[in-house]
């Protein structure tokens, strides 16, 4: 019998890559250096928890890797695209095409219910989910005609989620998306975000000062005083059920 050799493992290529990225802000007469040479890699169907302080320069580095915003030097590069060399025009075509964000406040249309909350994307997506598919997966099938004022925040929540993954980007940017709920309502914003990561494939970045969501994760960044101080892999990710703060 022939002998079956094994076949080398290939080395992952990233789908994000961020090489020595600075950032400076001038405030007055004082120059804030936000990021300081920052170097980060984000793989297709990932879960990273970004963890720091207040300050630390998380929110930067999510809108520079989301095109809201462009470093001072360094490149970041979308699969084979130098998004820092993109134009104005082509950055908006990146952030409709394959991002998705989610803030800590929500954004949502008050005159408008949540399904046509969400149909705002899905009208401008090339290929969207249903609008009131994408409330069903985030437990909201049953509130499709419902307004804001009509929803809790965790609700409210959960439809800013429906309406970022409503157009199937490739990652979802969240910034504390549940730093203005309670515990129980935090957690269940936290199962929708790791549904959407294991049931359709979207790298789901999330920007806390939690250090208890980082056991749903992958990978762990820890960002000091715009630096990364350490990144740590998760040998197993728990349930967002199992996690306490």
Excluded at 182 to 211: P, S
Aim: hydrophobic share 45%; aromatic share 6%; proline share 5%.
């Amino acid at each position: 019998m022939p002998i079956l050799q094994s076949q080398p493992v290939m080395p992952r290529e990233p789908v994000f890559r961020m090489r020595e990225v600075t950032k400076c802000y001038l405030l007055g007469d004082v120059e804030v250096h936000a990021l300081r040479g920052v170097d980060l890699d984000l793989f297709a169907g990932e879960f990273i928890v970004v963890l720091g302080p207040s300050g630390s320069g998380k929110s930067t580095l999510l809108n520079i890797l989301g095109g809201l915003d462009l470093p001072t030097s360094g490149e970041v590069h979308y699969l084979d695209h130098n998004l820092t060399a993109a134009s104005d025009a082509a950055l908006t075509r990146f952030r409709r095409e394959h991002v998705g964000f989610v803030f800590q406040f929500y954004n949502l249309i008050p005159s408008l219910t949540a399904l046509e909350n969400v149909a705002l994307v899905t009208d401008i997506a090339d290929h969207p989910l249903d609008p009131s598919e994408a409330l069903r997966l985030v437990g909201l099938g049953d509130r499709l005609n419902h307004f804001p004022s009509q929803l809790s925040g965790g609700e409210q929540q959960r439809v800013a989620i429906a309406r970022a993954v409503a157009k199937r980007p490739d990652v979802l940017l969240c910034d504390e998306p549940t730093g203005a709920l309670d515990y129980a309502t935090g957690k269940l914003v936290l199962e929708v975000l790791e549904r959407v990561n294991r049931e359709l494939g979207t790298i789901v970045g999330i920007i806390t000062h939690n250090a208890a969501i980082t056991g749903m994760a992958d990978r762990v960044v820890r960002v000091s005083s715009g630096a990364i101080a350490e990144i740590h892999c998760n040998s197993a990710r728990i349930s967002p059920s199992e996690l306490s703060w």
